[in-house]
């Protein structure tokens, strides 16, 4: 009985991933539009790291020009499916109350969303992902990573990247439970985040006390870690303990969340019948 | 003169009503206050990250940098707290209530530029204001009469270029409802490009930032004769006297699309 109700879950979860997938793949103007956006921020970003390497005239923390034009083109096919630009869904729901009909549905909402969240992350991977790695080792040069052992670690250092982006979305989404507006919470988690995370700068350009920061918080984890994985800045030897940390704050991201989820349901009130 | 008194009016109780509604509840107005001037700090730290590694960037030192940064991030702030509430102009025409406005006798545009204030940008205009404060001292520039007038220009017509981008971004929306990252590419872009030293792009984008999306006039030129730096190749210093010039011409390019786009509308019934 046990087993089959494991599976029935499964199941569902992978329903939810799917339609996560088809949902926004509807849009494909969107999708379009989104791939020229993520073009021109690259071709800002890189300018301003080139610029600044020649102006250092040698490498900065390890970086040589070819390794920063790799950094940007992994990053900016990352940014969408890391989902480093804010979602604001369950915080809606629950200022809507819309968030008692997913309180409730057989499978705990944490799950249900993480299920739609892969479904998205998949299709933006695909969808602006591919073809900004493109354009830029067509018209820059992208490093792969170290070996075919690497590649498929980068490829599981990047699902927990978006785990780990979940588990805090969705925590700082529940904030809405007691806060009447949480837009300033939500611009402050998305500012923090792309900084500390790595979008502007490598974190490896941070001054040393900046790095503490950094490495304190669960950021560098969603994106420069399965970044330096793909671009081949970390090899074998780094691999698992970059993974080992970032299975850490999975696990911390997603219990806080579960720990948020339940306290919530306890304040929510929803009127009307 | 009546009619004029009457419209300011009216524009006057509506932005009162909407500050009060916006600081109505304490907290949550506070934490949005909070979110911008966060913004605006992380935006000043990634410049500060960026020349911990370098002394110069795009031909400018670390005190002359915090000057364009200055610049920048106010005349950013002041544009999106005067206008940036036209994003939302998606969200009317998806649900038909554009129709609304239409039927006012006032032209839409400037209805949906007096229907709101977002006092939140506060927080993003205290950072440029305190880190302009800082750049005059370090970079020894006094109050003489050139540099009022400099500054001056700068600060008007680099509100006015960014609002231009915010209203073309806008105007667009008529034509792709869903897809306003299209244009998001070149008006954030844009706007992203403002604040950074434009020598720092290669020749075909300093000539994209320059003088197709007129992004090097918002704070890079004016920062130049401010400061009285040399030029760069396609950057003439002297360009930045011109900058009232780009932020007119890029109002022409906005209201002509604008114009396009309201005629382009077709109500959604009902």
Do not use: E, H, V
């Given at each position: 009985m046990r087993g089959q109700g494991w599976r029935r879950d499964v199941g569902v979860f992978w329903v939810l991933a799917r339609a996560g997938f088809r949902r926004y793949s509807t849009y494909r103007l969107a999708t379009f539009a989104g791939l020229v956006t993520n073009t021109v921020f690259g071709l800002i970003r890189a300018s301003i790291l080139l610029a600044a390497l020649a102006a250092a005239g040698t490498t900065i923390a390890g970086y040589s020009d070819a390794q920063a034009s790799s950094y940007v083109w992994w990053s900016q096919g990352l940014v969408a499916s890391v989902g480093l630009f804010g979602w604001s869904e369950v915080s809606d729901r629950v200022r809507s109350g819309d968030i008692a009909v997913d309180f409730a549905r057989p499978l705990d909402p944490q799950v249900a969303y993480l299920a739609g969240d892969l479904g998205r992350a998949a299709l933006q991977a695909l969808a602006r992902g591919v073809p900004s790695v493109a354009v830029g080792a067509l018209f820059f040069g992208v490093s792969a990573p170290q070996g075919p052992a690497v590649a498929a670690l980068a490829v599981v250092s990047v699902l927990l990247g978006v785990v780990i982006s979940f588990g805090c979305r969705y925590a700082v989404n529940l904030t809405s439970f007691w806060l009447v507006q949480n837009r300033g919470v939500q611009l402050v988690y998305m500012v923090a985040s792309g900084f500390l995370a790595g979008l502007f700068v490598p974190v490896h350009w941070f001054p040393d006390w900046l790095l503490v920061v950094a490495r304190c918080t669960p950021f560098p984890s969603m994106f420069q870690a399965p970044i330096d994985l793909l671009s081949g800045r970390a090899g074998l030897g780094e691999a698992l303990p970059i993974l080992g940390v970032q299975l850490a704050w999975a696990a911390g991201a997603l219990a806080l969340g579960q720990l948020l989820t339940r306290r919530g349901r306890r304040v929510l009130e929803v009127q009307g019948g | 003169m009546a009619d004029l008194r009457t419209d300011l009016h009216a524009y006057r109780t509506l932005l009162t009503a909407r500050v009060r509604a916006q600081t109505a509840y304490r907290v949550s107005f506070a934490t949005d206050v909070l979110g911008t001037l966060l913004v605006g700090l992380t935006e000043l730290a990634e410049v500060y990250v960026i020349f911990h590694n370098v002394p110069r960037l795009g031909g400018l030192t670390f005190a002359e940098a915090l000057m364009l940064f200055a610049l920048a991030n106010i005349s950013y702030s002041l544009a999106d707290m005067l206008v940036g509430h036209l994003d939302t102009l998606p969200a009317f025409i998806r649900a038909g209530t554009v129709d609304a406005f239409y039927l006012r006798p006032l032209p839409l545009l400037a209805q949906l530029i007096t229907s709101?204030?977002?006092?939140?940008r506060f927080g993003r205009l205290g950072v440029g204001l305190v880190t302009f404060g800082i750049a005059l001292r370090i970079n020894e520039i006094g109050w003489s009469g050139r540099n009022v007038v400099v500054v001056g220009l700068a600060v008007l017509s680099g509100t006015a270029i960014v609002a231009a981008l915010f209203v073309c971004a806008s105007a667009l929306q008529f034509f792709l409802v869903d897809a306003s990252e299209l244009t998001n590419g070149l008006v954030y872009g844009g706007a992203y490009a403002s604040q950074n030293s434009t020598q720092v792009f290669p020749n075909p984008l300093r000539v994209l930032f320059t003088y197709v999306v007129p992004a090097a006039f918002v704070a890079y030129l004016p920062t130049v004769v401010l400061l009285d730096l040399p030029g760069a190749t396609l950057l003439p210093?002297?360009?930045?006297?011109?900058s009232p010039l780009a932020a007119a011409v890029a109002w022409g390019v906005a209201l002509l699309l604008w114009r396009a786009g309201t005629r382009h509308y077709q109500g959604a019934g009902g």
């Open positions: - | 709101d204030i977002s006092l939140r210093a002297w360009l930045g006297w011109c």
